[in-house]
């Protein structure tokens, strides 16, 4: 079993930014391939990030890439996502997702583990 937990959400202007933090429990982090999903209200769980433990290994929505820099610490078990010049779609809840197996990484159906979300609010 892996236990995520999702932090560094907020409230933060059009232009601002805010770095997530997803802390694993387990022994394997490293092998796992970990994403960051965001659902807005009203609307399905869409893929933002996924980094790969094996290469090629980070994978953007288009309307995130640029932005959005997913990252990973494996001596602490935690993914990260920094996010840059937030516009007031960014808006969601953002979930931190592990899985060992898979082919697509924008896939969420293919995530074995989820975290609990951490809400962003981007006011313009």
């Known amino acids: 079993q892996v236990q995520l937990v999702e932090s560094g959400g907020g409230l933060v202007q059009a232009g601002g930014s805010l770095r997530l933090s997803c802390a694993a429990s387990?022994?394997?982090?490293?092998?796992?391939?970990m994403g960051w999903f965001r659902q807005a209200p009203g609307k399905e769980r869409e893929f933002v990030a996924g980094n790969r433990w094996i290469g090629p290994s980070t994978y953007y929505a288009d309307s995130v890439k640029g932005r959005f820099t997913i990252s990973r610490d494996n001596a602490k078990n935690t993914v990260y996502l920094q996010m840059v010049s937030l516009k007031p779609e960014d808006t969601a809840v953002y979930y931190c997702a592990a899985r060992t197996l898979g082919a697509d990484v924008t896939n969420a159906q293919e995530y074995d583990y989820w975290g609990q979300g951490t809400q962003v609010t981007v006011s313009s």
């Open positions: 387990g022994r394997t982090f490293s092998r796992y391939t």
